[in-house]
């Protein structure tokens, strides 16, 4: 057990609509970041928090917005969704804003669209 | 750009074989870090290593080495008297030191061991 919590574990939806994933991340670390895992690209890094502020964006669409609240919890809202964003969806949270220490991953959420 | 290739997507062995993962790094950096997880059937990704560019050494944890050559840009992983349990994906990754702790993942291997 990573110590990070992500819910929901698995979620179906539809075209066009949207969701909210949720983070919490190890006590005490400041950063979270959400990966996106697909067959077809792997997993590839969307976009870090630090402490309340965006810190890093990768390959994140602009349908996907992110925010961590004040009690370091992480939102990650997929709008519009189409059949390719379904995707297993990893937060991370380290102590660090940077640097290249471990990530501690939850065990992700799964996304189907329909 | 940073880019990692694990060219071997799938791997089946019989227990007790020992199974050498492989692992390229492309970076343009002096100063950068490599990093192994593994993704087993329950689908988290846990940490097995973090190695930084400056330390060469080969390290060994339990039935599990890793052989860092910077010559040749890899940072393979060997299981020895590979079980069951080991069944699962492995990731090889890079990272920078500096700014956003983000990480670049290959593709994978799908390890398969057989009883």
């Known amino acids: 057990d990573s110590g990070v919590t992500q819910t929901p574990k698995h979620l179906i939806t539809a075209t066009g609509q949207r969701v909210t994933l949720r983070c919490s991340p190890r006590?005490?670390?400041?950063?979270v970041y959400w990966y996106q895992q697909s067959l077809d690209q792997g997993l590839q890094f969307l976009i870090q928090y630090y402490n309340g502020e965006e810190r890093a964006k990768g390959n994140i669409l602009e349908r996907f917005s992110a925010q961590q609240f004040p009690d370091l919890h992480s939102e990650l809202n997929l709008s519009s969704l189409e059949l390719g964003d379904s995707a297993l969806y990893f937060c991370?949270?380290?102590?660090w804003g940077g640097g290249a220490g471990e990530l501690f991953f939850g065990e992700g959420s799964r996304l189907t669209v329909l | 750009a940073q880019k990692v290739t694990q060219a071997q997507t799938e791997i089946s062995v019989v227990e007790k074989e020992d199974v050498t993962l492989d692992c390229v790094y492309e970076?343009?950096?002096?100063?950068?870090?490599l990093f192994w997880y593994k993704q087993p059937p329950s689908g988290e990704l846990v940490f097995l290593i973090r190695?930084?560019?400056?330390?060469?050494q080969n390290e060994i944890s339990g039935r599990y080495s890793w052989n860092f050559q910077k010559s040749t840009s890899s940072f393979n992983f060997t299981i020895t008297a590979s079980q069951v349990v080991d069944s699962a994906v492995y990731f090889c990754?890079?990272?920078?030191?500096?700014?956003?702790?983000?990480?670049?993942f290959g593709q994978g291997t799908r390890l398969t061991i057989n009883p």
């Open positions: 990754a890079l990272s920078e030191p500096q700014g956003a702790q983000k990480l670049v």
């Open positions: 190695r930084n560019s400056f330390d060469e």
């Open positions: 991370a949270s380290s102590p």
């Open positions: 006590s005490g670390d400041l950063s």
């Open positions: 970076t343009r950096d002096t100063t950068y870090y």
